[in-house]
Antibody, heavy 122, light 107 residues
Framework: EVRLVESGGGLVKPGGSLRLSCAAS????????MSWVRQAPGKGLEWVGR??????????DYAAPVKGRFTISRDDSKNTLYLQLNSLKIEDTAVYYC?????????????WGKGTTVTVSS | SYVLTQPPSVSVAPGKTARIACEGN??????VVWYQQKPGQAPVVVIY???DRPSGIPERFSGSNSGNTATLTISRVEAGDEADYYC??????????FGSGTKVTVL
């Protein structure tokens, strides 16, 4: 069974940092492009960023609101994806989901974790 | 940046048909994916490649895409279809773009 499990969420003050993890199982993790998507309370889905596989250079892409503050990395030996959140703002409060990407005729996210909640508040 | 617009809500009686529009500039030239999200749960793909259904998704779910509007149609609506629905495309300038979401209420 393909499974993604996020962890690491919590309450943090504005300007603080947090590292989220996403443990993957049931598929060949080192062959999967991975994305983070977030959802603020009562709001819609917002793509945060992605990391490509090592064979594609392992490059990262980020959405404009988080570029320069968030960093995505992966440890293929541990089948784990990470999201480092720095310089957090109140508007970063959200449920953060990790997801596998499908990159074929269409690009979309087919397997999602259950999410982990990040609350930024003083 | 590319923008997708959906109606905030759609109400439908059980057994009837719900249609959810997703509007975007020349969206017919892009490939649309639809997600269903129930309260407290992660999104699930219900339509990909404009009109294909993943295994396990009922035939009652169908999709179309032309011109400036993509449409998700849910036939013979059931109480279990009550959820938020999001359209999504990939745009070379914006990467992943999600619609604003539509809450489907079964009366």
């Amino acid at each position: 069974e393909v499974r993604l499990v996020e962890s690491g969420g919590g309450l943090v003050k504005p300007g603080g940092s947090l590292r989220l993890s996403c443990a993957a199982s049931g598929f060949t993790f080192n062959n999967a492009w991975m994305s983070w998507v977030r959802q603020a309370p009562g709001k819609g889905l917002e793509w945060v960023g992605r990391i490509k596989i090592k064979a594609d250079g392992g490059a990262t892409d980020y959405a404009a609101p988080v570029k320069g503050r968030f960093t995505i990395s992966r440890d293929d030996s541990k089948n784990t994806l990470y999201l480092q959140l720095n310089s957090l703002k109140i508007e970063d409060t959200a449920v953060y989901y990790c997801a596998t990407e499908v990159r074929s005729l269409a690009y979309y996210m087919d397997v999602w974790g259950k999410g982990t909640t990040v609350t930024v508040s003083s | 940046s590319y923008v997708l617009t959906q109606p905030p809500s759609v109400s439908v009686a059980p057994g009837k048909t719900a249609r959810i529009a997703c509007e975007g500039n020349n969206i017919g030239s892009k490939i649309v994916v639809w997600y269903q999200q129930k309260p407290g749960q992660a999104p699930v793909v219900v339509i990909y490649y404009n009109s294909d259904r993943p295994s396990g998704i009922p035939e009652r779910f169908s999709g179309s895409n032309s011109g400036n509007t993509a449409t998700l149609t849910i036939s013979r609506v059931e109480a279990g279809d009550e959820a938020d629905y999001y359209c999504q495309v990939w745009d070379s300038g914006s990467d992943y773009v999600f619609g604003s979401g539509t809450k489907v209420t079964v009366l």
